[in-house]
């Protein structure tokens, strides 16, 4: 099993930056790829960003330029930069982990409020 903790949300203004942070502990070992989904009200879940174990990336069209992915493998965290925030990023965001390529993990998910 592989445990993920979130932090980092919060309310801010139109404009503004947040990080979100997502801790993994437990069996670590193999975990090709961490990431973020968010969930909006009414909407489908999301993948907003992705990183794999080599680096590479992945964004949602909506963020690129605005958010970055990155990760800590010797802290075993991904971190999501998020900058000149938007109304439409309100939304749920859960982190979440593949592991030996099929197994999927999540984090309880945080609020992001962005405030016009």
């Known amino acids: 099993q592989v445990q993920l903790v979130e932090s980092g949300g919060g309310l801010v203004q139109a404009g503004g930056s947040l990080r979100l942070s997502c801790a993994a502990s437990g069996s670590i070992f193999g975990i090709n790829a961490m990431g973020w989904y968010r969930q909006a009200p009414g909407k489908q879940r999301e993948l907003v960003a992705q990183i794999t174990s080599a680096g590479g990336t992945n964004y949602a069209d909506s963020v690129k330029g605005r958010f970055t992915i990155s990760r800590d493998n010797g802290k075993n965290t991904a971190y999501l930069q998020m900058n000149n925030l938007q109304p439409d990023d309100t939304a749920i965001y859960s982190c979440?982990?593949?592991?030996?390529?099929?197994?999927?993990?999540w984090g309880q998910g945080t609020q992001v409020t962005v405030s016009s």
């Open positions: 979440n982990a593949v592991r030996l390529k099929t197994l999927m993990y």
